[in-house]
């Protein structure tokens, strides 16, 4: 006897939900590589974390998103979210545009 599957009513029809869409292939999901590879898991940032990492307030991360020209960040749920690569690249970016001269 096969075991029961969870079924999922999706508009006017069910689907049986067996968790992996090939069971057979051997690849590791986004999300068991996010659990069990330590860097990837450390690369979501909040703004509280960017603006500790930029020493600047969160006021002005808030201001610069409102402008479009802080780093690039987005929304999971209601909270706002950042990739430490993408913080890291838009510092870069400013750090080559004002030159190599002192401020």
Same mark, same amino acid.
């Given at each position: 006897?096969?075991?029961?599957? +969870?079924?999922?009513?999706? !508009?006017?029809?069910?689907?049986?939900? !067996? $968790?992996? *869409?090939?069971p057979? %292939?051997?690849?590791?999901t986004?999300?068991?590589a @996010?659990h069990?590879d !330590?860097?990837l898991?450390?690369? &979501?940032?909040?703004?509280?974390e960017?603006?500790? &990492?930029? %020493?600047m +307030?969160?006021a002005? &991360?808030? #201001?610069?998103?409102? @402008?479009?020209? $802080? +780093?690039? $960040?987005?929304?999971? $749920?209601? %909270? @706002?979210? #950042?990739? %430490?690569?993408?913080?890291m *690249?838009? &510092?870069?970016?400013?750090?080559?545009s004002?030159g190599?001269?002192a401020?």
């Amino acid at each position: 006897m096969e075991p029961r599957r +969870p079924v999922v009513a999706t !508009r006017g029809c069910s689907v049986a939900f !067996r $968790g992996r *869409t090939n069971p057979d %292939r051997q690849e590791v999901t986004m999300t068991e590589a @996010l659990h069990t590879d !330590r860097p990837l898991r450390d690369q &979501l940032m909040t703004i509280e974390e960017v603006a500790e &990492l930029l %020493r600047m +307030p969160v006021a002005t &991360l808030r #201001y610069w998103r409102v @402008l479009d020209s $802080g +780093p690039r $960040g987005f929304i999971i $749920g209601r %909270r @706002l979210r #950042y990739w %430490r690569d993408d913080v890291m *690249t838009w &510092l870069n970016a400013q750090r080559e545009s004002t030159g190599s001269g002192a401020a």
